[in-house]
């Protein structure tokens, strides 16, 4: 459900539907497809037949600092589901249940207030503990996605880039490639490996208050009797206008900070 006061009981996050968004991304040029929901796998069921398929997760993650953050964890199946969702407020348990099956996490919008507040902790962990680091969404701001490239460059960590649109207009507009990858295997051997190359459009003001719009459109189609409070989304302008200045104070905030650090101060640990 959306996270949104007021909406959060009645609004979901995304109204896209798995088959569709499959048909999206193949028209739009992807050669392999994976899908990030949010501490779900509901899309597995209608799409895993397909061999350019394979699954993986976005979880919320409860940090030892006590804030949250968001991983993909990658090349995942369905079993590992509900081990990553019992595990997921103890970071340690999951980051060692995460390498046990050797699959591969990343930390995803580093610069983003997206999940709350951050810790100088959490940067530190960030670099040790996971694999990789998504360094372009679609829905972040340009400078945030810059951030996080340096942040994998300084610590020396595979990228990946995805849409993280909750409609299909935005999707495959910004991508992960692994040159010469041919299968899922293949990509998330490269991936691995450091040959992955974050590709495609950041997020702005004006797409993501295009996106809250279009929710808005679904849900109204969803559940008709919502058009008596269209008035709430005439204020969609306004709270994208303060999620655009909280992203700008958070970048502002933390990256100065972070990159005062030395390359050496943690070791990261390659992925496997």
């Known amino acids: 459900m959306c996270t949104v006061p007021v909406l959060s009981r009645i609004c979901l996050e995304s109204y896209n539907q798995p088959r569709a968004l499959y048909e999206t991304l193949k028209q739009r040029g992807m050669d392999l497809v994976t ?22 997760e976005e979880v919320t993650c409860t940090m030892p600092s006590g804030t949250e953050m968001h991983a993909g964890v990658y090349g995942m199946r369905e079993c590992h589901h509900e081990e990553l969702q019992r595990r997921r407020n ?34 530190e962990r960030f670099a040790r503990d996971f694999h990789g680091v998504e360094t372009r969404n679609g829905y972040m701001l340009a400078r945030a996605n810059l951030m996080a490239h340096e942040f994998a460059q300084r610590f020396g960590k595979p990228v990946t880039g995805g849409s ?16 010469g990858a041919r299968t899922p295997e293949e990509f998330l051997a490269g991936l691995r490996r450091g040959q992955s190359v974050a590709m495609g459009e950041h997020g702005n003001y004006w797409k993501l208050t295009a996106a809250v719009c279009g ?3 679904s849900l109204i189609q969803a559940q008709p009797w919502m058009l ?30 972070h990159f005062s ?3 050496n101060a943690v070791a990261a640990e390659p992925a496997r």
Do not use: M
């Open 164 to 179: 993280d649109s909750h409609t299909l207009a935005g999707v495959a507009k910004t991508f992960t490639e692994v040159r």
């Open 35 to 56: 899908v990030t929901d949010h501490d779900s796998i509901g899309a597995a069921a209608e799409l895993c037949h397909h061999p350019d398929f394979f699954l993986s």
């Open 261 to 263: 650090q030395q390359p």
């Open 90 to 123: 103890d970071i340690e348990s999951l980051l060692a249940y995460v390498n046990e099956n050797d699959l591969f996490i990343t930390v995803n919008h580093v610069y983003s207030s997206l999940t709350g507040k951050r810790a100088a902790d959490d940067f």
């Open 228 to 257: 008596l409070a269209t008035a709430l989304f005439a204020a969609a302008p306004v709270v994208t206008l303060g999620n655009y200045l909280r992203e700008i104070a958070f970048i502002w905030k933390w990256g100065p900070r």
């Open 215 to 217: 929710i808005g459109g």
